[in-house]
């Protein structure tokens, strides 16, 4: 079954949780779902971890060959990647007059030793996809594994799905807490203050200073072992911040940056202690350059971190160095 290209819909998202706690659940729940995309011929896409991959195809037989298979590491690189990458796949389906069903098994503790809770941070962009990707018209079910996951991270994928599929079908989540609510709940995180002796120390106080600031940055990045692709976009996501700083803020504004173990960390601080919007950077701007200063950082930095306190607003950001190379050669080509 296939839509007619036009202006995108303005209905609610299909946005499903679905819990996986054996094999069996996937057998029971997901299998008829796919079959069913089979026998209709409506296409169904699926980027899911490879032992849930193995338990579909065993199951599917032949069948596995008429669905689309996604490559993981092409959808879940920077988290900020990731939620654009498959709002991009969803546009250009819905360009091309399809509705298709994704199906997601987020990858976001695999390979990475970051200083930053990277499934909660991935959550906050769950969130929101209801109402980022509905004018697509393609449902998505996320899959999360409770083998894999604590208890915690469970409860938390379900209070951002407004429904789970069960044994008992589709279940309406008492739970469920709409974005702007969750994301309020999680705006100003705890962290930790900035070493003693960064290793990047710099107070920009006019914002033509900026140029000197990205010079010193990208060294700092590159002397780090940053590709200079990789460490331009550090500078870019950096310098987004600064600028937020300095004209929505108090100057000056403080950089201050270290590394932990292979991540990079760049913590921004400006006088002001104006809050951040807790939705801040979480949506495509509506016009180039509106407001898109934090939606730029959150694309570029792999978490990114805000907190607000009296007569001070931070953000910090994390580059993992795995993460942030990855796909870059596709993207340099």
Do not use: K
Not at 23 to 41: I, S
Not at 139 to 155: A, F, K, M, N, Y
Not at 157 to 174: F, K, W
Not at 193 to 216: K, N, Q
């Amino acid at each position: 079954m296939t839509t007619t290209a036009g202006p995108p819909t303005r209905r609610r998202s299909d946005h499903a949780a679905l819990i996986i706690d054996s094999d069996a659940t996937v057998e029971q729940l997901l299998v008829p779902v796919l079959r069913h995309h089979v026998a209709e011929g409506t296409p169904a896409l699926l980027v899911v971890g490879p032992h849930t991959e193995r338990v579909l195809r065993t199951r599917l037989g032949r069948d596995a060959e008429a669905l689309e298979w996604g490559a993981r590491e092409t959808f879940y690189q920077r988290l900020g990647f990731a939620f654009a990458g498959f709002r991009d796949y969803l546009r250009e389906q819905h360009a091309r007059g399809r509705r298709v069903h994704v199906i997601a098994e987020p990858d976001v503790m695999t390979g990475v030793d970051a200083p930053a809770d990277r499934v909660a941070a991935y959550l906050g962009y769950e969130s929101v996809c209801g109402e980022v990707y509905a004018p697509y018209g393609c449902p998505i079910t996320c899959l999360w594994d409770s083998r894999r996951h604590p208890t915690l991270v469970i409860e938390g994928v379900r209070s951002i799905h407004d429904h789970e599929l069960t044994v008992d079908g589709r279940v309406e989540n008492d739970g469920y807490i709409p974005a702007a609510q969750y994301l309020s709940g999680r705006a100003d995180v705890a962290m930790l203050p900035p070493p003693d002796t960064a290793e990047l120390d710099v107070v920009v106080t006019d914002l033509r200073e900026l140029i000197g600031f990205r010079a010193a940055i990208g060294r700092w990045a590159q002397e780090r072992d940053f590709a200079e692709l990789a460490a331009d976009h550090v500078v870019s996501a950096t310098n987004e911040v600064v600028t937020n700083g300095m004209r929505h803020g108090v100057p000056p504004v403080r950089v201050r940056a270290w590394h932990h173990d292979a991540t990079l960390v760049v913590h921004v601080e400006d006088q002001g202690g104006h809050p951040i919007p807790a939705d801040a950077g979480y949506r495509p701007p509506a016009r180039p350059g509106d407001g898109a200063g934090l939606w730029i950082a959150r694309q570029l930095a792999d978490v990114l971190l805000t907190q607000s306190a009296e007569g001070r607003t931070a953000v910090r950001l994390h580059f993992p160095h795995e993460v942030t190379h990855r796909g870059l050669e596709a993207r340099a080509n």
